[in-house]
């Protein structure tokens, strides 16, 4: 994104001029507002909700808590709009200048969503340790087509959730949606962890992964949609962040396997107390201002926005709902919709990503960490694949702590650079002779650089950037349909790549996997627009002025 800005300091009338230019969706034109009040404007001021380094739940919503004081004490750039229509008039919209005070009582919702994600990366994780496990005790131990439905399932299950998801929030809310969502994560949960037959252990995992597809729709939508603007790219990224402690939890709660083999019932039984918490926690949660607003529910739009920032801001963003819908009296987006010539330039963004992250190659290490690290002549298969996982989280903090101050774009090309040259050096060391003395450490080394490039942008911008980007009425159908796209690739990953790997060699797949990278960092570079510091409401005005 290529933007310019001028801004002319006063003690009364101040005149801002902006410029913005999107390489996707075309130019927002330049104008001027005049402000006549009596107050400093400090342009570049910024908030980051997380430090790097920090991987625990408390820490890291302490820290958030810390960014948000920070924003509080500097001042915020009032910004402006003027869109234009596809008739070819000029939408005004003037944003308030949100100098309110912003309320932390945004960070326990923050904390009780992510358990969604925290359960998602722990049901993506789980199956890495027990598999070989549960395979002896359910007679599977030589039938590799029936491991690999075992770990695909889940992957099924959750691409049915994720379009499921993005209805039902449509529907029921967001808060009503978490809590139905408990359901399949609990029974799926118990099948699995006291299956006798394989055919038991399937639908426990499909169950499980209709659970996860929900939460990977409606977490992120959630947390975007009551999150301060200031701090919104923090907030967003802690999602990632417990992506990857439920990962690393899985490969921790495989330790005990080796002198346990019946472990991995506890393994999987262990999810039905978060699930149940996550359901508990929504009741006491408040519903999305922007949900409420858009069913028409104002006094109870108006109650949560002072549950979630403090009485002082609820005219302010009361306002800019009002303004965003203003002069709009279209209903709520179907699934067709999302294909026609007004919205599909930016849902196909959204596809494109998650595409693209998947077929980067990230689970594929997840899942198979544990038989790569073995191959490679690692001797401690499941603290090698801790390490993978510790480093996920590593990286997610400190993209936390970036997001906000570097842009998502910015992220987002450098993390697919750094993961093409993380899998070429993965490709190089089974191929070079020279260096299969040190193939073990490479493949080590490899996985790691790529999880932790993967994890600085890869990983949290996607789901951080959709709710951005996608206006109010196709926000949810439209995250729905991208994390579709994500989960299709990522079960067809899951069901094949073993099968892949021994046709043409696990160097090949790793090259091939880093050429993806590489047309990702140009597909971003052309097509992805920055969305840091700006409004939903502003965003959505300046990419689709006819909503």
């Known amino acids: ?290 949900w409420l607003f858009q069913q028409g529910k104002i006094p109870e739009a108006e109650k949560a926005i002072r549950t979630l920032y403090g009485k002082e801001r609820v005219a302010e963003i009361m306002y800019e709902l009002r303004t965003a819908g203003q002069g709009s009296t279209e209903q709520e987006a179907g699934w067709f919709d999302l294909f026609s010539s007004r919205y599909w330039k930016v849902v196909s963004v959204g596809a494109a990503l998650f595409l693209f992250q998947q077929l980067a190659g990230i689970n594929a290490v997840v899942y198979y960490s544990t038989a790569v690290f073995r191959s490679a002549g690692i001797a401690s298969d499941v603290a090698a694949s801790a390490l993978v996982g510790a480093s996920n989280v590593i990286g997610s903090a400190i993209a936390s702590s970036l997001m906000d101050r570097q842009g998502r774009k910015s992220l987002l090309m450098t993390s697919f650079s750094g993961m093409a040259a993380s899998m070429l050096l993965l490709s190089l060391s089974f191929t070079w002779k020279v260096l299969a003395p040190y193939s073990g450490t490479l493949a080590v080394v490899g996985t790691v650089l790529y999880v932790l490039s993967f994890s600085l942008g890869a990983g949290p911008v996607p789901a951080l950037l959709l709710p951005e980007i996608f206006a109010s009425r196709i926000r949810a159908k439209a995250v729905a349909l991208s994390l579709g796209t994500h989960w299709i690739s990522n079960f067809v990953i899951g069901l094949y790549f073993l099968s892949v790997v021994n046709k043409f060699g696990i160097s090949s797949v790793y090259l091939g996997f880093a050429g993806v990278c590489a047309v990702a960092v140009l597909y971003i570079a052309g097509n992805v627009v920055e969305t840091k510091g700006r409004s939903l409401e502003e965003i959505e005005l300046a990419l689709n002025p006819t909503t």
């Open 1 to 290: 994104m290529q933007a310019s800005s001028h801004l002319v300091r006063g003690n009364f009338g101040i005149e801002i001029s902006k410029r913005r230019v999107f390489p996707c969706f075309g130019e927002v034109r330049q104008r001027s507002l005049t402000l006549n009040r009596n107050f400093c404007i400090r342009s570049g001021s910024t908030c980051s909700g997380l430090r790097s380094g920090d991987v625990s739940m408390g820490a890291g919503l302490v820290r958030a808590k810390n960014g948000i004081e920070t924003a509080v004490r500097s001042s915020v750039k009032s910004r402006s709009i003027k869109a234009q229509a596809s008739g070819g008039d000029i939408e005004d919209l003037t944003p308030i200048n949100p100098q309110a005070k912003s309320s932390g009582a945004v960070l326990p919702f923050v904390g009780v969503a992510c358990l969604g994600a925290m359960l998602f990366g722990y049901h993506l994780g789980v199956v890495n340790g027990a598999l070989e496990y549960l395979s002896k005790h359910l007679g599977i131990a030589e039938n590799t087509v029936m491991q690999g439905w075992i770990v695909s399932t889940l992957l099924a299950g959750a691409t049915v959730g994720s379009f499921t998801g993005g209805t039902l929030a449509d529907k029921f809310g967001r808060t009503r949606t978490f809590q139905l969502d408990a359901i399949p994560l609990i029974i799926g949960a118990f099948l699995t962890a006291t299956a006798q037959t394989v055919q038991t252990m399937i639908i426990g995992r499909f169950l499980a992964g209709i659970g996860i597809g929900i939460s990977s729709a409606i977490v992120p939508l959630y947390i975007s949609e009551i999150s301060p603007t200031e701090i919104r790219g923090a907030l967003g990224s802690i999602n990632q962040l417990f992506i990857c402690i439920g990962i690393l939890a899985a490969l921790v709660a495989g330790l005990p396997l080796a002198g346990n083999p019946l472990w991995w019932r506890t393994m999987f039984g262990i999810v039905i107390v978060p699930a149940i918490l996550l359901a508990v926690g929504m009741a006491f949660s408040p519903e999305s201002p922007r």
